[in-house]
């Protein structure tokens, strides 16, 4: 079946354009998260859906960071005004219902931002 | 202290080898723990996951210590295709179900 999909697979901007990243999860996983690795930098999280229940934003960096989830499957994370800073691989990830802890994650190919 | 720590390496090791990574974790109340692979500019995929008890899948062997706190991952016979950087992932249950990622070891399987 279809893993999860990530667009665009390379994006680059001006700083301080918006950018919108779009993730594709596993059909019928409910939980989604974003991550963002810098090079030769570990993973970092960003942002976690689970079903229906509000997202846990706990590690969106600043307010210029935000993330929808519509229909309870695609996922949007948009970057406002972009800093060189935001310049990584943006990874989307989704895992099966389950109990949480146990659940492996599927991640998608990643989106490389580039802001000039 | 980080969360989950690993040694970044690199391990740089000839065909056959065997190589051991170790990852510690500094929250007790951790549950789950699974080892990633990421191949260079590729995303992170499944390993496998540790169990309380250890588990092999052939030439890879996981350990759990519990009272140590860290988990270890051994690769046995080394092939120039197990190059690529292991993260170690730790979670626990309660709330929101966040895993935390380890930075990940560098190996290098050379021939």
């Known amino acids: 079946g279809a893993g999860v999909s990530q667009s665009p697979s390379n994006k680059v901007t001006e700083k301080g354009k918006d950018v919108e990243l779009r993730c594709d999860p596993i059909?019928?996983?409910?939980?989604l998260y974003w991550y963002r690795q810098s090079l030769g930098q570990g993973l970092e999280f960003l942002i976690y859906?689970?079903?229906?229940?509000?997202?846990?934003k706990s590690g969106l960096p600043s307010d210029r960071f935000s993330a929808e989830r519509t229909g309870g499957s695609v996922s949007t994370l948009t970057i406002q005004r972009t800093q060189q800073e935001d310049s990584a691989v943006y990874l989307c990830?989704?895992?099966?219902?389950?109990?949480?802890?146990?659940?492996?994650?599927?991640f998608g190919p990643g989106t490389r931002l580039t802001v000039l | 202290r980080k969360e989950v720590e690993q040694d970044p390496g690199p391990f740089n090791v000839p065909e056959g080898a065997t190589v051991a990574f170790n990852c510690t974790y500094s929250n007790s109340a951790s549950q789950s723990f699974f080892w990633y692979r990421q191949d260079c500019r590729k995303e992170p995929k499944l390993l496998m996951s540790v169990y309380s008890s250890g588990n092999e899948d052939g030439r890879f062997t996981a350990q759990l210590n519990r009272a140590s706190q860290y988990i270890s991952l051994l690769i046995r016979d080394s092939k120039l295709s197990d190059s690529a950087t292991y993260l170690c992932v730790v979670g626990r249950s309660g709330g929101s179900y966040i895993p935390t990622f380890g930075r990940g070891t560098s190996l290098i399987v050379h021939p």
């Open positions: 990830a989704s895992s099966s219902p389950g109990t949480g802890p146990s659940d492996t994650q599927y």
């Open positions: 059909s019928g996983h409910t939980a």
């Open positions: 859906f689970q079903g229906n229940s509000a997202p846990d």
